[in-house]
């Protein structure tokens, strides 16, 4: 892989991670609004709606997480000695 592939593979990879913290930041919002419906005994139909909405964004969660470490992988392994921060997403791969 050549400099500019090491330089764009990077990119990527930031890029996933902005991608990770943001829906990150979201998710959690969800998580406390479908705790808020619960707890006030919402409409069943309200809570559905934000129980699929999380199930939705956690499923993006790891779907980021695969294909984050991925690339981070391949960097690791193409373009040698060169450091990234850590990623955001955890290391459970």
């Known amino acids: 892989m050549a400099i500019e ?5 990077r990119t990527l990879i930031e890029r996933l991670a902005a991608d990770y913290r943001s829906l990150d930041t979201t998710t959690t919002a969800t ?3 479908l705790a ?8 069943p ?3 559905a709606a934000a ?3 999380l199930a939705a964004e956690r ?4 779907e980021i997480t695969v294909e984050g470490q991925a690339a981070v992988d391949e960097f690791h392994t193409v373009c040698g000695g060169e450091q990234l ?5 955890p290391d459970t791969l």
Not at 59 to 62: A, D, N
Request: glycine content about 4%.
């Open 59 to 62: 499923e993006r969660l790891g």
């Open 85 to 89: 921060p850590p990623p955001p997403w």
């Open 51 to 53: 129980q699929e909405r």
């Open 31 to 33: 998580e406390r609004e």
């Open 5 to 9: 592939d090491c330089a764009n593979q």
């Open 36 to 43: 808020a419906l619960q707890a006030e005994r919402a409409a």
């Open 45 to 47: 139909e309200a809570i």
